[in-house]
């Protein structure tokens, strides 16, 4: 088992579920993902590292937020820990922060029904979300 403990920043809505990717370290080979949702209430996600043991690269992914990995996680029968502070306003899902996103927020402004651009989870695309998206502007994943 990891521990992830994910940090959202910006986000005051209902935590996403979050997809984990497990890579070898040293050989960028993928061996497989899992699909976790938070400990209730928590920023914590419980990953089930099945007979994975070994030093590996944990990313993480989903909509928004773009791509964050850790390097060097150590996964053994004493179960781990990793950290994630993940960055939204990937809006387009192109992998970076840009004027397309500023351009997505622009266009859904006002907003009331869940799309992409409410990267603040507020239930309501409004000047909250684009000032995210310009404060992340130039950020990329990884």
């Known amino acids: ?3 992830c403990n994910v940090v959202f920043g910006d986000f005051i809505g209902t935590k996403p579920t979050l997809t984990f990717e497990f890579v070898r370290a040293g050989t960028g080979v993928s061996d497989g993902s899992v699909v976790v949702a938070p400990t209730i209430g928590t920023g914590v996600y419980g ?3 099945s007979a994975r043991r070994g030093l590996y690269s944990l990313r993480v992914h989903s909509p928004n937020w773009l791509v964050r990995q850790i390097n060097n996680v150590v996964i053994s029968d004493t179960g781990e820990q990793a950290y994630f502070e993940l960055i939204n306003g990937d809006v387009d899902q192109s992998g970076g922060v840009d004027a ?3 351009d997505a927020v622009i266009a859904m402004f006002g907003s009331l029904d869940p799309v992409p ?4 989870g507020s239930i309501e695309v409004d000047a909250a ?3 995210i998206v310009i ?3 130039g950020a990329v994943g990884e």
Do not use: G
Request: aromatic share 6%; hydrophobic share 55%.
């Open 117 to 120: 651009a409410d990267v603040d």
């Open 100 to 102: 397309a996103d500023i």
């Open 1 to 3: 088992r990891v521990d």
């Open 47 to 49: 990953l089930n590292a």
């Open 135 to 137: 404060a992340h502007f």
């Open 129 to 131: 979300d684009i000032d």
